[in-house]
């Protein structure tokens, strides 16, 4: 492919037809040494992983499942959770353009076209270091296959185009210019801001969060932490979340 070039980011690119998930594939690879840059890409995953230990299943060829691994070791450690908020802002960033559609992004890494679920991104940390980023983004999903109400695809908000090789190539080129200007800038968050903060669907919003015990916490998402962390403005004063389910609330 033209988007493995000498110089660039994307070093290999695999097109595999079924595996079981290429979170899974990458992750091996990244374990045995692999350089940054290989792209896994799968028709079809018999066991995809979702965030918070769910599971991730589409039907084939009716989304874009892959797999990225990067090593950004130029990166300060404590600033590679950026890479969660980078990563979704890219492929919402790529999908406006060449789909034509109004696609935000929703704390911590998810892609929504108002407000309904198009893409979900998995981030895994390996030792080495590594950071596996996976991206599973609906193109021709119909309502009947959809896993939830919420959830949305390319062909179901009327994209410009369904073509999986186009929206594919242009999320590699917005991912690989962004990753790119971010480990430059050693991580420093203010590349990202306020892209992020313009494409943001949580930002300003009434929230409810469950975390990860269980217990549920309602405010107004108000700003990101140094770190990345959501603050949200609680009735007890300002709570910053690493992570969590957030639910927007009307308005
Ligand atoms: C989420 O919304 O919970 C994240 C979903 C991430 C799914 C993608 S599909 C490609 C990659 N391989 C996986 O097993 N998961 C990610």
Redesign the pocket.
Not at 48 to 51: D, V
């Given at each position: 492919a033209r988007l493995v070039k000498p110089g660039g980011l994307w070093t290999r690119i695999d097109v595999l037809a079924e595996t079981e998930?290429?979170?899974a594939v990458v992750t091996a690879a990244a374990r045995s040494g692999t350089p940054e840059g290989l792209l896994v890409a799968a028709e079809y995953?018999s066991s995809?992983?979702?965030?918070l230990g769910?599971t991730?299943t589409t039907p084939p060829r009716s989304a874009l499942?892959?797999?990225a691994l990067l090593r950004p070791t130029a990166v300060p450690a404590g600033r590679w959770p950026w890479l969660g908020l980078l990563v979704p802002l890219a492929v919402a960033s790529a999908v406006r353009r060449v789909a034509e559609i109004p696609a935000q992004v929703k704390w911590p890494n998810?892609v929504l076209v108002e407000d309904r679920k198009l893409a979900?991104?998995?981030l895994e940390r390996v030792d080495g270091p590594a950071a596996v980023v996976?991206?599973?983004l609906n193109v021709t999903l119909r309502a009947d296959e959809r896993p939830l109400p919420t959830a949305t695809s390319l062909a179901l908000e009327n994209a410009a185009t369904t073509d999986r090789a186009t929206v594919m190539a242009a999320i590699l080129r917005d991912l690989a210019t962004r990753y790119q200007e971010w480990v430059d800038a050693e991580g420093n968050p203010s590349v990202i801001l306020p892209d992020y903060e313009e494409l943001s669907a949580t930002l300003g919003r009434s929230v409810r969060v469950e975390l990860p015990d269980g217990t549920f916490l309602e405010g107004v998402a108000s700003a990101l932490a140094d770190d990345g962390r959501l603050v949200i403005d609680t009735a007890d004063g300002p709570r910053p979340l690493a992570a969590g389910d957030v639910t927007h609330l009307r308005p």
């Open positions: 998930s290429t979170n995953q995809g992983r979702g965030r769910r991730w499942l892959m797999s998810d979900g991104i998995l996976g991206i599973g």
